[in-house]
């Protein structure tokens, strides 16, 4: 099968079968640890778990990434503003997590972006900011291996022009250009979810844990329910991991108390525009009073954001108010020569960060570094970090686990282990003309499929061999192909028509309708994979728009109650009864 690693142990799929499958050695089978939470660090956490010889099973109440972990602002970074914290630790960790992950681990997901640093004082800030940048770079080299991205280098106002037109000459002085990455988030994951799978761990998403299993004080596995039928059962685990970002404290008080580490949550906001309302070859950074601001190049548009605000309201379905969106225009626009309104706005989406809790309630003060603790025996909790530094969180994560079992477990080796679709990616890539010539595909789409699949673009390529009419472009959607939609439905672990038009694809945020006028044709193409009824498709398509009519309320709401409050208005994703 395209995908299997060399080592042959499975096979990466994450279907409808797999799932059955899944759930029914979850009801039967002891597991050495079980992970609650299917974000980065869930999937990271199963992942190696799994490559160090463990047997694993992962649970994910809702979808896949479908918390933080798909709504953030889709960079892999170091923290450049972290270095005024003087945290050079978390930095230097960041930037060698973001070389080995553009390098080694999924450089088909993971890719260099540059961003420009607009400066107001000739001087001062220039050197300021220089030496920032410079020590920015040099944290990016560790045990002699190559940073890879390009070294930063200072620009005149000419010359920043010339990478940035849209910026108003009066606003800056010069600026300096460096690099980052850039990932779809939420895509990363579920390669990390499939590539935990095809190492053996067994995998659910719209499953519950609703409770812990005890012999005394250990905590000896979970209750869970699967929330498309309606069933319940046990998971037996020698470890339990709860990675569960901003509810953290609520899986803790199913085991009795929320213990010494509590997580608040802070909510971001992100603004989507057309890619011609600004004229720039290059990301920016700006400086705002309390934060940082980026405008980041995505496909054929920017993303713009984020806000940094405290958020104790739904967790589920955090609302944008027209009040963030306020801000963030605001604030983009004092340095743009034609101003953004909200008539250039085609998408927004807003996100929550698990924040550790600090001596002060400003959440942009609070910790970003992670804790891993043993609230009970048995139970291994880890919360806090970010999303570059994912993959660290999950080795000590683990590295807890095998604490906590008889034996000795192997040491961590995920800095070695290529996400599915990275091995042979570069030697595909320099084929992709023979690719489109082979399929019929312009070469653009084959590149397309590559920056999203890497070399599992075969099962898509033979998906469309065996069904031409996949090869077509959605309605309404065209930079996606309607084999996609099969795709995330046979292979990807997509339950509902949300879960490809907000996370497998970006439909819900890069089109104008937000993805109403694609949702029946997308529905369409899932419903034979799903076992849907007529009635089944017809649900999907009036949960969508109706979620999408309450996101669209929301934002023109003036404060954040009155925005959850329209947001909670949409009715919850219906269960099916298919496989």
Same mark, same amino acid.
């Given at each position: 099968?395209?995908?299997?690693?060399?080592?042959?142990?499975?096979?990466?799929?994450?279907?409808?079968?797999?799932?059955?499958?899944?759930?029914?050695?979850?009801?039967?089978?002891?597991?050495?640890?079980?992970?609650?939470?299917?974000?980065?660090?869930?999937?990271?956490?199963?992942?190696?778990?799994?490559?160090?010889?463990?047997?694993?099973?992962?649970?994910?109440?809702?979808?896949?990434?479908?918390?933080?972990?798909?709504?953030?602002?889709?960079?892999?970074?170091?923290?450049?503003?972290?270095?005024?914290?003087?945290?050079?630790?978390?930095?230097?960790?960041?930037?060698?997590?973001?070389?080995?992950?553009?390098?080694?681990?999924?450089?088909?997901?993971?890719?260099?972006?540059?961003?420009?640093?607009?400066?107001?004082?000739?001087?001062?800030?220039?050197?300021?900011?220089?030496?920032?940048?410079?020590?920015?770079?040099?944290?990016?080299?560790?045990?002699?291996?190559?940073?890879?991205?390009?070294?930063?280098?200072?620009?005149?106002?000419?010359?920043?022009?010339?990478?940035?037109?849209?910026?108003?000459?009066?606003?800056?002085?010069?600026?300096?250009?460096?690099?980052?990455?850039?990932?779809?988030?939420?895509?990363?994951?579920?390669?990390?979810?499939?590539?935990?799978?095809?190492?053996?761990?067994?995998i659910a998403s719209r499953t519950q844990c609703v409770g812990f299993l005890r012999e005394g004080e250990r905590v000896t596995g979970l209750r869970i329910r699967d929330l498309e039928s309606g069933t319940d059962?046990?998971?037996?685990?020698?470890?339990?991991?709860?990675?569960?970002?901003?509810?953290?404290?609520?899986?803790?008080?199913?085991?009795?108390?929320?213990?010494?580490?509590?997580?608040?949550?802070?909510?971001?906001?992100?603004?989507?525009?057309?890619?011609?309302?600004?004229?720039?070859?290059?990301?920016?950074?700006?400086?705002?009073?309390?934060?940082?601001?980026?405008?980041?190049?995505?496909?054929?548009?920017?993303?713009?954001?984020?806000?940094?605000?405290?958020?104790?309201?739904?967790?589920?379905?955090?609302?944008?108010?027209?009040?963030?969106?306020?801000?963030?225009?605001?604030?983009?626009?004092?340095?743009?020569?034609?101003?953004?309104?909200?008539?250039?706005? $085609?998408? #927004? /989406? @807003?996100?929550?960060?698990?924040?550790?809790?600090?001596?002060? =309630?400003?959440? &942009?003060?609070?910790? %970003?570094?992670?804790?891993?603790?043993?609230?009970?025996?048995?139970?291994?909790?880890?919360?806090?970090?970010?999303?570059?530094?994912?993959?660290?969180?999950?080795?000590?994560?683990?590295?807890?686990?095998?604490?906590?079992?008889?034996?000795?477990?192997?040491?961590?080796?995920?800095?070695?282990?290529?996400?599915?679709?990275?091995?042979?990616?570069?030697?595909?890539?320099?084929?992709?003309?023979?690719?489109?010539?082979?399929?019929?595909?312009?070469?653009?789409?084959?590149?397309?499929?590559?920056?999203?699949?890497?070399?599992?673009?075969?099962?898509?390529?033979?998906?469309?061999?065996?069904?031409?009419?996949?090869?077509?472009?959605?309605?309404?959607?065209?930079?996606?192909?309607?084999? $996609?939609? #099969? /795709? @995330?439905?046979?292979?990807?672990?997509?339950?509902?028509?949300? =879960?490809?038009? &907000?996370?497998?694809? %970006?439909?819900?945020?890069?089109?104008?309708?937000?993805?109403?006028?694609?949702?029946?044709?997308?529905?369409?193409?899932?419903?034979?994979?799903?076992?849907?009824?007529?009635?089944?498709?017809?649900?999907?398509?009036?949960?969508?728009?109706?979620?999408?009519?309450?996101?669209?309320?929301?934002?023109?709401e003036l404060g954040d109650q009155e925005a959850d409050a329209r947001r909670r208005g949409a009715p919850e994703i219906v269960p099916t009864t298919g496989p």
């Amino acid at each position: 099968m395209a995908g299997s690693p060399v080592t042959g142990l499975g096979s990466s799929r994450l279907g409808p079968a797999e799932r059955a499958e899944a759930l029914e050695r979850m009801a039967r089978v002891e597991f050495d640890v079980v992970v609650v939470g299917g974000g980065i660090v869930g999937a990271g956490a199963a992942l190696d778990a799994a490559t160090r010889g463990l047997s694993v099973a992962v649970v994910e109440a809702r979808d896949f990434a479908s918390g933080t972990s798909s709504r953030s602002s889709k960079l892999i970074h170091g923290g450049l503003r972290y270095l005024e914290q003087y945290n050079f630790d978390l930095v230097r960790e960041a930037l060698t997590e973001r070389g080995l992950l553009m390098q080694r681990v999924a450089p088909h997901l993971v890719r260099p972006v540059p961003f420009l640093l607009p400066t107001t004082h000739r001087v001062w800030e220039r050197g300021y900011f220089g030496a920032g940048v410079a020590l920015y770079d040099l944290l990016s080299f560790q045990m002699g291996r190559t940073r890879g991205v390009p070294r930063h280098r200072h620009l005149t106002r000419r010359g920043a022009l010339r990478l940035a037109p849209s910026l108003r000459k009066d606003a800056f002085t010069g600026a300096i250009q460096y690099w980052d990455a850039q990932v779809d988030d939420a895509r990363y994951v579920m390669m990390v979810l499939r590539t935990a799978a095809e190492y053996g761990a067994q995998i659910a998403s719209r499953t519950q844990c609703v409770g812990f299993l005890r012999e005394g004080e250990r905590v000896t596995g979970l209750r869970i329910r699967d929330l498309e039928s309606g069933t319940d059962a046990k998971v037996r685990a020698k470890q339990v991991v709860n990675a569960t970002g901003v509810w953290t404290d609520d899986i803790q008080e199913l085991v009795g108390g929320r213990g010494q580490i509590h997580v608040r949550a802070s909510k971001g906001i992100h603004l989507v525009v057309p890619k011609d309302r600004i004229h720039s070859s290059t990301g920016i950074i700006l400086r705002t009073e309390k934060s940082v601001l980026f405008v980041i190049p995505w496909g054929r548009h920017w993303i713009i954001g984020t806000t940094d605000t405290a958020w104790d309201l739904d967790k589920v379905h955090p609302a944008a108010s027209r009040a963030d969106i306020d801000y963030v225009l605001e604030h983009v626009n004092r340095v743009l020569s034609t101003p953004l309104t909200h008539d250039d706005v $085609e998408g #927004v /989406y @807003a996100g929550l960060r698990p924040l550790l809790v600090g001596e002060t =309630d400003e959440t &942009s003060k609070l910790s %970003r570094e992670h804790v891993v603790a043993h609230p009970v025996p048995g139970l291994v909790l880890v919360a806090g970090g970010k999303y570059t530094t994912y993959r660290v969180m999950a080795k000590d994560a683990i590295d807890a686990v095998a604490h906590g079992l008889d034996g000795k477990v192997a040491e961590s080796c995920t800095d070695r282990v290529a996400l599915v679709g990275a091995d042979g990616y570069p030697a595909m890539w320099n084929s992709r003309h023979r690719l489109a010539a082979r399929s019929g595909l312009h070469v653009a789409r084959v590149e397309h499929l590559l920056h999203r699949y890497g070399t599992l673009v075969d099962d898509l390529l033979t998906l469309i061999a065996e069904r031409p009419d996949l090869g077509k472009p959605l309605t309404g959607a065209d930079d996606y192909l309607r084999a $996609e939609v #099969v /795709y @995330a439905a046979t292979h990807e672990g997509a339950r509902h028509l949300n =879960d490809v038009l &907000s996370r497998r694809t %970006r439909i819900s945020i890069e089109t104008w309708d937000r993805g109403v006028g694609v949702a029946r044709e997308a529905a369409e193409l899932m419903a034979p994979v799903l076992g849907w009824s007529k009635k089944q498709t017809d649900r999907e398509v009036e949960y969508y728009s109706k979620r999408i009519e309450a996101e669209r309320d929301s934002q023109n709401e003036l404060g954040d109650q009155e925005a959850d409050a329209r947001r909670r208005g949409a009715p919850e994703i219906v269960p099916t009864t298919g496989p």
